[in-house]
């Protein structure tokens, strides 16, 4: 860690915190040379990984967008989709894993999307699950009617491989 002031690469860490969502830690550092202390925040890289191979870092506002379009005509408001993006990320980092595939994060909002309104869940499971009849959509509201509170019904196991 290079000193911003000096250069100097040596500093010892005075304070350590992690931030609300966990996801990252702010280290207060002294500079071993000239003594001036500054700040660094450390995080831990989520990258997401397309079908066409290309790898990208997460980024909660398209999970925001995606599910966004989803709930078009629905109330949910822009803090529910906020709370729903960070429920995504925390449940994609308590894998452990740091790479996902693209269509693991569309399956990972499953489970909140059921939480927060069951009709955008249906219009986005219809295209992440994809259901290809009327029968699919007739299971998935079954499941819906016998089991409302349920996260897991209709979702796979993911991150399995």
């Known amino acids: 860690m290079h000193c911003p002031f000096c250069r100097h690469e040596e500093s010892r860490v ?3 915190r992690s931030l609300d969502d966990g996801t ?11 003594g001036k202390r500054f700040t660094t925040m450390e995080t831990t890289a989520l990258t997401v990984v397309k079908r066409s191979g290309v790898a990208e870092p997460f980024d ?10 989803a709930c078009q005509g629905r109330p949910v408001s822009n803090d529910d989709l906020a709370v729903l993006a960070q429920e995504v990320e925390e449940a994609i980092r308590s894998t452990g894993n740091s790479e996902v595939d693209a269509h693991d994060v569309g399956l990972a909002i499953l489970g909140p999307l059921r939480q927060l309104d069951q009709v ?9 699950q994809d259901f290809e009849n009327l029968q699919d959509f007739e299971k998935a509201i079954h499941e819906l009617r ?5 996260r897991e019904i209709l979702q796979p196991k993911l991150f399995t491989r």
Not at 24 to 34: D, E, T
Not at 61 to 69: E, L, T, Y
Not at 146 to 150: K, L, R
Request: charged share 30%; hydrophobic share 30%; proline share 3%.
């Open 14 to 16: 005075v304070d350590s």
């Open 24 to 34: 990252a830690i702010r280290r207060r550092r002294q500079c071993q040379s000239c």
């Open 60 to 69: 909660r506002s398209k999970v925001i967008n995606g599910v966004r379009k």
């Open 120 to 128: 955008a869940y249906l219009r986005f499971a219809s295209v992440y």
């Open 146 to 150: 016998e089991h409302p509170g349920a």
